[in-house]
């Protein structure tokens, strides 16, 4: 499948060293350096992914990433100078998947871009594992389709939301730290802050508030396996 991308990004320098490294990869490039003319693109022809800067004239990345956040789930993965944490935090509270500080390795860009494209594409090969439905608390997951459904509707998640409620449910009652769960959600190759942890267990718990997903203090998170009996 050749995937469409969308670039946003207003400094021409970067806006050539991507959209180069993204064609050689076989990837289709919508560009744009404004998130007005994005918006733009995503009315016409919706791409698979977002490359997104935030300092941006007009519209700024946050504002966009917000607006896309209230129609789909497509991965966005924020390019930014700012390094500070709250700014990464804050990227990732509106929906951005990643975070990648100015300068960085195109390299490492596209390797995120194919983990995130890996995470979030339905895997079609059939197999047994495709089928698995994990059913607890209520929630149902159809792996195949990476779909949610509690108390009988679907539920809006994030890649990151999915990848977190699976591990945790294929993993009930066992305590896993921050850095674990950084790991096995964001990949070893992430070198955030984990506070990204705290954020999206935050969100799980706004979408599933009688999920009993419990904080060890000091430590991580756990969801227990006390589903309450009818």
Known sequence: MNYHIGV???DPNIQNIVTAYLKKEGFE???S?????AWEIWEDRKPDMWILDIMLPGMDGYEFCKKIRNESEVPIIIISAKDDEIDKILGLELGGDDYLTKPFSPRELIA??????????PRI???NEDKEIIK?????IYKSER???YNGNELDVTTKEYDMLVFLTENVNRAFSREDLLVRVWGDDYFGSDRAVDDLIKRIRKKLPNLPL???WGYGYRLRDDEETE
């Open 147 to 149: 779909r949610i459904f």
């Open 8 to 10: 946003v990004e207003d």
């Open 136 to 140: 607890t608390h209520h929630m149902e």
């Open 214 to 216: 419990e904080t060890v």
């Open 125 to 127: 090969n059939g197999g």
């Open 29 to 31: 490039v919508s560009l």
């Open 112 to 121: 995120r871009i194919k983990r995130l494209f890996k995470r979030s594409a």
């Open 33 to 37: 350096d404004s998130a007005e003319k």
